[in-house]
């Protein structure tokens, strides 16, 4: 069982938690929010990280996407759970996190905190989390922008990386 805080839109805990159920953010009152981390892996050699979510998920089943991350749950801070879910999903270990964004989403009730982290390891050495993603590769930024720009991609996920991404689309340029 995962129990999440709830948080208002200033990003304050309520004192109130949530049991997370397949599909049940959906049910999370109005005004109230729980907390997402979603992470940006770039290999210290410049490359990017690029999941395939597996079927059996109840957002964006099969969908590409250039991050690790989940849920938080009730008493952890957001770099903890970013911290927490790339090495859950990943088995790698973040050699730095920076916050890139900090948004809201009234249709999923999520309050986001969104990672750039860098990591130092061998890139066979991913070991993916059953029930979470089923593939997974390494693009350079011209892949990575490729991503972004595909039909398969997480449009909310890369929105919240807006600005880090125009500046790699720039820099291509």
């Known amino acids: 069982m995962e129990i999440w ?4 839109r200033e990003g304050k805990r309520t004192g109130e938690t949530w049991e997370r159920t397949f599909g049940g953010y959906k049910q999370i009152p109005e005004g109230k929010y ?9 290999h210290v050699d410049g490359t990017f990280l690029l999941t395939k979510r597996d079927m059996c998920k109840d957002v964006y089943p099969g969908y590409w996407e250039a991050s690790a991350g989940g849920s ?4 952890e801070e957001p770099e903890v759970a970013a911290k927490r ?3 859950e999903e990943t088995g790698l270990s973040a050699l730095s996190m920076e916050l890139v964004s900090h948004t809201f989403s009234d249709r999923s009730h999520s ?7 860098t990591v130092d390891a061998d890139k066979d050495s991913v070991v993916l989390q059953e029930g979470e993603t089923v593939e997974y590769k390494w ?4 892949g990575l922008i490729e991503y972004v720009d595909s039909e398969l991609a997480m449009k909310s996920h890369n ?12 820099q291509l340029k």
Request: proline share 0%.
């Open 5 to 8: 805080d709830l948080y208002d």
């Open 34 to 42: 729980h907390m997402v981390v979603d992470i940006l892996v770039r």
């Open 72 to 75: 938080a749950v009730a008493g």
């Open 85 to 87: 879910e790339l090495f």
């Open 111 to 117: 309050m986001f905190y969104s990672y750039l982290a």
């Open 139 to 142: 693009v350079d930024e011209a």
């Open 159 to 170: 929105d919240r990386f807006k600005e880090f991404i125009e500046r790699i689309r720039e």
